[in-house]
C-alpha cells in the first residue's frame, strides 16, 4: 500500500516523521536527563529567567515535531509527486507554523525563547544563520516563500492530526487560516527576528547563539529518523556520532 502524503520525503509521510522525530527526542532526553537542566542554566545565565525545564522540554518536542511541517505545502508535495523531491525554504514555512503556535501559547516574558526556536527551526538542514538577514531583506527570498503559500495547503493536510494531536494541536492552530494571515505571520517573524539580530550578536545579544541548545535534539532526530526510513540518507559517519548521543555506539 502506497503511503499518504503529505511527506516528508519520497514515500516517507510527514505525520510519521512528526512522530519518528518526538519519539527520539523522548529517548534522548531520557537517556540525557541532565540535558534540560545544563539548558536551563545556560539559559537563565544569559537572562532568559523563564526557561524552566517544563517549559524547555516543551520546546524541544515542539521543534521535533514541526521542523518540516512547512513541507505540508502543496507546492512541495507536488514536487515529490513529479521529482521525488524539493523542498527548499521548507524551513522558512517551519518557523512561520512556530511562530503562530508560540504566539498563542507563550507569555511575554518568553519570547526570547521563541526567538531561539525559530532560529533552532531555521538552522536544522544547514548553516543558515548568515543568511538570516536574506529573509529579512531579500525580496527574492519574500517572493519566492509567498509564492509557495499562495497555492495553499496539499489536499491531505487532515493527515497531520494524529500527529499535532498528541502535543495538544489543531491544524487550525499550526496553519495560517489563507494567504493574507500567512503574509501577516511572515511580516511579524521577518520582525521579530529583525529586531533580535539588529546588532548581529554582539556582547549584547549573546544569548542568541544559545538556540543550538534547541537545534542539536531537532538535528538528532531528523538525521536519525531519516536514516531509519530512508535507506540510509545521510552520512554513515554523522550517523555514528549521532547514535553516540543515543547511547548506540
Not at 76 to 89: D, L, N
Not at 90 to 102: G, V
Not at 178 to 199: G, H, N
Request: aromatic share 10%.
Amino acid at each position: 500500500m502506497k503511503p499518504k502524503p503529505p511527506y516528508a520525503f519520497r514515500n516517507h509521510p510527514l505525520v510519521d516523521h512528526m512522530t519518528g522525530c518526538l519519539r527520539i527526542v523522548e529517548k534522548f532526553l531520557e537517556l540525557n536527563p541532565n540535558y534540560l537542566h545544563i539548558v536551563g542554566v545556560r539559559l537563565m545565565k544569559a537572562g532568559l529567567n523563564t526557561a524552566e525545564p517544563g517549559l524547555i522540554e516543551t520546546m524541544l518536542k515542539l521543534g521535533a515535531m514541526i521542523h518540516d511541517i512547512g513541507k505540508a505545502y502543496r507546492h512541495y508535495q507536488e514536487r515529490v509527486e513529479k521529482y521525488g523531491g524539493g523542498f527548499e525554504y521548507h524551513e522558512i514555512l517551519s518557523a512561520i507554523s512556530c511562530y503562530k503556535i508560540l504566539s498563542n501559547n507563550l507569555s511575554p516574558e518568553s519570547q526570547g525563547l521563541k526567538i531561539l526556536l525559530l532560529m533552532a527551526i531555521l538552522n536544522h538542514h544547514q548553516a543558515f544563520r548568515e543568511s538570516i538577514p536574506k529573509i529579512l531583506s531579500d525580496t527574492y527570498f519574500v517572493r519566492n516563500v509567498l509564492h509557495i503559500a499562495k497555492g495553499g495547503l496539499c489536499d491531505s493536510i487532515s493527515n497531520l492530526e494524529p500527529a499535532l494531536k498528541i502535543l495538544g494541536l489543531t491544524i487550525e492552530e499550526v496553519f495560517a487560516k489563507d494567504y493574507l494571515e500567512f503574509k501577516s505571520l511572515l511580516e511579524k517573524v521577518r520582525y521579530a527576528l529583525k529586531l533580535f539580530l539588529r546588532r548581529r550578536f554582539d556582547d549584547n545579544r549573546r544569548w542568541l547563539k544559545l538556540y543550538s541548545l534547541l537545534m542539536f535534539p531537532i538535528i538528532l532526530a531528523d538525521n536519525l529518523d531519516a536514516y531509519e526510513k530512508r535507506s540510509g540518507s545521510s552520512s554513515s559517519l554523522v550517523i555514528e556520532e549521532l547514535r553516540r548521543a543515543m547511547g548506540n555506539v
